[in-house]
Nanobody
Framework: QGQLVESGGGLAQTGGSLRLSCVASGMPFRTYAMGWFRQAPGKEREFVAGVSWSGDNTLYKEAVKGRFTISRDHAKNAVYLQMNNLRPEDTAIYFC???????????WGQGTQVTVSS
């Protein structure tokens, strides 16, 4: 199943930006769709963004369209989530995922905390 390691979380102000990174190892990265999910306190984990194995197709949760951008770099076995115009409701633990995103997940990262202050 391999390993996914996220980084880049932290504290941002409303309207600010953060960039999350996820590096994959021990898996055929080029063959996997990749995605980002998030889980806020007291809520279920939800899909945020996904990118196809080729990088040609992306999918976003409606609430983040136009603010978040997912991308991948095959040379670095990495997937990124650029988050702009952050809102307090974006506060959550963000998880990187590999598999048939968003429906079937084979591997999860450990998560990185994103906190947006108002």
């Amino acid at each position: 199943q391999g390993q996914l390691v996220e980084s880049g979380g932290g504290l941002a102000q409303t309207g600010g930006s953060l960039r999350l990174s996820c590096v994959a190892s021990g898996m055929p990265f080029r063959t996997y769709a990749m995605g980002w999910f998030r889980q806020a306190p007291g809520k279920e984990r939800e899909f945020v963004a996904g990118v196809s194995w080729s990088g040609d197709n992306t999918l976003y949760k409606e609430a983040v369209k136009g603010r978040f951008t997912i991308s991948r770099d095959h040379a670095k076995n990495a997937v990124y989530l650029q988050m702009n115009n952050l809102r307090p409701e974006d506060t959550a633990i963000y998880f990187c995922a590999a598999g048939d995103v968003p429906t079937v997940i084979d591997s999860w990262g450990q998560g990185t905390q994103v906190t947006v202050s108002s």
